[in-house]
């Protein structure tokens, strides 16, 4: 009881200092956990991989794929898919062979372990700086879709890696294991998600929509895992699915909490998990009080150097890629700036995935010589905290040196999309008036509403001032106009001129407008 208090405070703290220093949240929650692990009498509570991919991964790795934008994943594919496979490939191979020339000992396998532990990133942190300054949506796009996919691949050599502690392994045979683990955990994602989507649809109540994207994520992760596949693959495909489902079968107000509700969840989740990888320290640092310092140092050295050192090189000397279909061929754009690419190589932080998965490394065969599991986890450790704490903090400064903290680029979209609801819903009115549907009255006051959000660009206007007479009938018009409202930001999303992003929030605030015409009003 007193752990989870503690833990909870520490969440608090850390949200509240994030936001008046622009430091992410997951730096200070890291940082309270690491030192809370050291102070006398405090119980620490280990944390077991098990507990991080049945317990925390499937609901994280749902919900981030759920709310990503298929359009703009298939607009940033091939920097995306370059990044998932060839940068984790490049990572775990760089990070192995050079841990491996370094210390001996440690054996090819294990050294092969640790690469594909270190390799994939956790865009939590980067993501919300990049949100926050109003840094490019495009960076912000590839950073997701990287982090989404290349957990997936990662876990997937991380298996072919395991497999090879107990039993020595050719390159066909790990071929023929990764893609068998990365191409049926997706197959099986996808096939899941179509169900769940059409058992789903004609769901109204907001709970059983709740319970049911609270089950999705277990059911499709647990039966990959058991197959030997890739849960978090699987679990990503399905809430991709299942993302594009989320509007039409509920009402405003039941979509206002299947999404806050969820909103919840993650940053405790988040918060948590972040929380509890600072707590292994003391643990961590126990594990190999009885190794060579000299091997340890130089292994987690190299494993840090080597995982940042690579990721500015890939981002700086591999171009991006599109493809033109008139052509049939990839050619490089030349059209991403060095600042962006910059950007996209300091922000490659690691997180709590890595550390589960060092955690389950099996103690029986990877210790070879002198060392082994318990240096894959120190050496994790130090990679996670020196890429979060390091690069974590110094990235606004990066986006603001570089003059890509744009702000103003977002509320311009905002203000745009704004301004054509309100445009829409007062075509609609003169439509409603010319037809005789609606009392001049109510009509009036409807278009004074409309006209003062008009040249607000956006205010929120909707209280409980509003008029007085006829409420009925007028709720029912504001009604039509918040529905004219969603079919104006939705043509301004298909036509390209607003990001998922920014449907997504005004689409928000339409249903929490229309939300407040269901109760009393």
């Known amino acids: 009881m007193a752990g989870g208090l503690a833990i909870a405070v520490v969440m608090v703290a850390s949200r509240a200092l994030s936001q008046r220093s622009g430091v992410p949240y997951a730096v200070f929650l890291v940082v309270a956990g690491a030192a809370v692990s050291f102070i006398p009498g405090v119980q620490v509570p280990q944390l077991g991989p098990r507990v991080v991919f049945l317990g925390f991964l499937p609901p994280l790795v749902y919900h981030a794929g759920a709310a990503t934008s298929p359009r703009e994943l298939r607009a940033h594919a091939v920097p995306i898919g370059l990044s998932a496979f060839g940068l984790v490939l490049a990572t775990t191979f760089a990070v192995a062979g050079a841990t491996w020339a370094a210390v001996p000992s440690l054996g090819w396998a294990t050294a092969f372990v640790l690469g594909a532990v270190v390799a994939p990133t956790d865009a939590v942190a980067s993501v919300s700086v990049l949100r926050r300054l109003g840094g490019p949506p495009g960076l912000t796009t590839i950073l997701e879709g990287e982090s989404l996919v290349n957990d997936g691949v990662a876990l997937a050599l991380f298996s072919v890696g395991t497999l090879a502690l107990s039993a020595p392994t050719g390159v066909g045979g790990g071929l023929a294991e990764f893609l068998k683990v990365a191409a049926g955990g997706t197959g099986l994602g996808l096939g899941l998600g179509w169900l769940a989507a059409q058992a789903r649809r004609p769901l109204r109540d907001p709970a059983s929509q709740i319970v049911v994207s609270l089950l999705v994520p277990f059911a499709a992760y647990l039966p990959a895992d058991a197959l030997g596949l890739s849960g978090v693959l699987a679990t990503l495909a399905a809430g991709l699915v299942l993302g594009q489902q989320t509007v039409a079968g509920l009402a405003p107000s039941g979509r206002l909490r299947v999404a806050e509700f969820w909103d919840v969840l993650v940053f405790l989740l988040e918060s948590a998990l972040f929380v509890l990888v600072g707590l292994q320290l003391r643990h961590i640092a126990q594990g190999v009080a009885g190794y060579p310092s000299a091997q340890v140092a130089l292994a987690a050295a190299l494993a840090v150097v080597v995982v940042v050192v690579v990721r500015l090189a890939w981002w700086w000397a591999v171009p991006t890629l599109r493809w033109r279909p008139r052509r049939g061929v990839l050619l490089g754009t030349g059209a991403v700036p060095w600042q962006e690419r910059a950007v996209l190589g300091w922000s490659g932080l ?142 301004l999303y298909r036509r390209g001129d607003i990001n998922f992003a920014v449907l997504r929030a005004l689409r928000r605030e339409l249903d929490m407008e229309h939300a407040s015409l269901e109760g009393p009003w």
Do not use: K, M, N
């Open 350 to 491: 690691r997180g709590a995935i890595s550390l589960a998965a060092a955690l389950s490394v099996p103690s029986a065969g990877a210790r070879q010589g002198p060392v082994g599991r318990d240096l894959v986890i120190f050496a994790t450790f130090c990679v996670i905290v020196v890429t979060l704490v390091g690069q974590g903090t110094s990235l606004p400064w990066l986006l603001r040196r570089l003059s890509l903290a744009r702000a103003d680029v977002a509320l311009h979209q905002q203000a745009l999309a704004r301004r054509r609801c309100a445009e829409a819903a007062l075509s609609l009115l003169d439509e409603l008036l010319a037809r005789r549907e609606v009392a001049d009255d109510v009509a009036g006051a409807a278009r004074q509403l409309y006209e003062r959000r008009l040249e607000a660009a956006g205010e929120q206007l909707l209280g409980p001032g509003g008029p007085s007479r006829d409420r009925a009938s007028l709720a029912a018009v504001l009604r039509q106009l918040l529905a004219a409202q969603q079919g104006a930001l939705q043509e």
